[in-house]
């Protein structure tokens, strides 16, 4: 089963009915926006009672640097998300990709307890904080 049939199915699942137009607009307005901007997508898929079901979708934009090439993931969740969800998948996916190539993750001081955790896994370095704007920090792949 590929990604997009794992994430209309778990649509289903939640009751979201993709027939409606605004929803199914809706839900192709996200995924697209993600598509659109990413170099590479990663559908994360979490198990449930119900079985498996997608949660969110990570985007990764390639960045080359004069130190070499890093990515940089942006995550978005799907509404039914659970926070239990969230740390699972994202440990997994940040466990195989820091391996893989080095990772920037951008964020703001809002997520910084849920980044902070990862950190606590061992799979993420910072924060680090962007000189004139300590609004915004920085996370690195370990």
Known sequence: MGAFDLLMEGLERRGIDIERPTERDAVLDLVGGILGLADRTWMLVAPT?????????????????????????????FPWASPR???????????????E??????????????FRRMKGFGVLAGPFRLPGDPSIHFWGSR
């Open 49 to 77: 009672p119900k079985g498996k079901i997608p949660v969110g979708v990570i985007g990764e934009r390639s960045v080359d640097t004069p130190a070499g090439k890093w990515i940089e993931p942006h995550v978005t969740w």
């Open 85 to 99: 969800n969230k740390v699972e998948t994202i440990l997994k996916y940040l466990q195989v990709r820091r391996f």
């Open 101 to 114: 190539v080095p990772m920037l993750i951008i964020a703001n001081r809002k997520v910084e307890p849920f």
